[in-house]
């Protein structure tokens, strides 16, 4: 079945340090891939998408690339802030559009 | 626009006692919709997730249930619940006009 990696972390960086957290996805056909952030206590909000091969979806500074090739859709930014610091998930959603796949989350600690 | 509401926001239970957490949603029409658990530290796990009323498909055996009595309230329910029932649940919705899934606030569920 479909399933999604990502690096478990946790990751500790400090303020203005440059983010990549690794994910990675296996799935039939051409899902939909996602990034979620949860900030603490509260529920998981959409960070960025990306519907195809080559597109990339961005928001708030974050950007993530959909490659087919690698099967990777990995998160980046350039320049951290304490604000940042959260659980980050990588998701898919199939095909058919019933089934999301959620990776086990990352978490990310800022320090200033 | 559309909105999810869980409640309640926090539920200490004893071991053995009944659950029953709701889920609704505004704001748009024959959604599909989902419960996640969140243990402490970990990533999510779907549990039911549903495609109309009276529709409930089981993702793991479990001590719990759910059920959906009208187009937009998802209920979360047990008879008796374990120590194991502790977590953060949260409830989701997605339509297929829209990619992504939308998530609630969340219920903090402690078992004593």
């Known amino acids: 079945g479909d399933s999604v990696t990502q690096m478990e972390g946790p990751v500790t960086l400090s303020e203005e340090a440059f983010l990549t957290i690794n994910c990675t996805y296996t799935a039939t056909g051409y899902p939909s891939l996602f990034w979620y952030v949860q900030y603490p206590g509260e529920g998981l909000q959409l960070l960025l998408k990306?519907?195809?091969?080559?597109d990339k979806g961005s928001n708030k500074g974050f950007e993530a690339t959909y490659r087919k090739e690698t099967t990777s859709f990995h998160l980046e930014k350039g320049s951290v802030q304490v604000s940042d610091s959260a659980v980050y998930f990588c998701a898919l959603r199939d095909n058919y559009g019933q089934n999301f796949v959620f990776g086990p989350g990352t978490r990310l600690s800022v320090l200033p | 626009s559309q909105t999810i509401h869980q409640w309640p926001a926090t539920l200490v239970q004893p071991v053995g006692s009944p659950l029953s957490l709701e889920c609704t949603v505004e704001g748009t029409s024959n959604p599909n919709l989902y419960w996640y658990r969140q243990a402490a530290g970990r990533g999510l796990q779907l549990l039911f997730y549903s495609v109309g009323i009276g529709q409930i498909s089981s993702e793991v055996p479990q001590n719990l249930s759910a059920s959906r009595p009208q187009d937009r309230q998802f209920i979360l329910s047990s008879k008796k619940l374990l120590l194991s029932d502790s977590g953060f649940y949260l409830c989701?919705?997605?339509?297929?006009?829209?990619?992504?899934?939308?998530f609630g606030p969340g219920t903090r569920l402690t078992v004593l």
């Open positions: 990306a519907t195809k091969a080559d």
């Open positions: 989701a919705w997605s339509v297929l006009a829209s990619i992504e899934q939308f």
